[in-house]
């Protein structure tokens, strides 16, 4: 990267790391005079055919993708409550990392920030998916870490 971030693209799963990754990013987009993109990606992997539709209500993966564009609203909305402004907000489908890596690219974001633990429930130093988008992405990927 020469020079500032002029776009940025901040990864967020609604964990503590990723709500101070979030905030994190909209400084530095302030700061930068960068535009801030977000992203939140419901992950696929998840055997819903197994459960079945329930007729009368949503199914389990109507659930989920709700339950995640929630969690995007919401952050969003703290990064604009703090003063931030978010150009655009994503909501993608699949593997978290190749779709944070994939948006990446096809915006031209020029750097990425993501929190160093997500959702799950391994405590490592650095999570599974923000080490993998550290690892492909074409563009430098700041790991925010919160704390422990």
């Known amino acids: 990267m020469n020079g500032l971030p002029t776009k940025i693209l901040v990864a967020t799963d609604g964990s503590k790391d990723s709500a ?3 905030r994190r990013a909209a400084e530095m987009a302030h700061a930068f005079g960068s535009e801030l993109h977000m992203v939140h990606v419901v992950p696929v992997a998840q055997p819903y055919h197994l459960f079945g539709a329930d007729e009368e209500g949503p ?3 109507e659930e989920d993708k709700n339950w995640a564009q929630e969690t995007l ?3 969003v909305r703290l990064v604009e409550e703090s003063g931030g402004k978010v ?7 699949g593997e978290p990392d190749a779709e944070v890596v994939s948006l990446g690219e096809e915006i031209g974001a020029n ?3 993501t929190g160093s633990r997500g959702l799950g429930r391994l405590r490592r130093p650095i999570g599974s998916v923000s080490s993998s988008i550290a690892a492909h992405a074409h ?3 700041l790991v925010v870490r919160g704390g422990a």
């Open 87 to 93: 150009a655009e907000a994503h909501l993608r489908e």
């Open 20 to 22: 101070l990754a979030a």
């Open 139 to 141: 563009c430098p990927v």
């Open 111 to 113: 750097m990425i920030v």
């Open 73 to 75: 609203d919401e952050q």
């Open 59 to 61: 199914n389990l993966y």
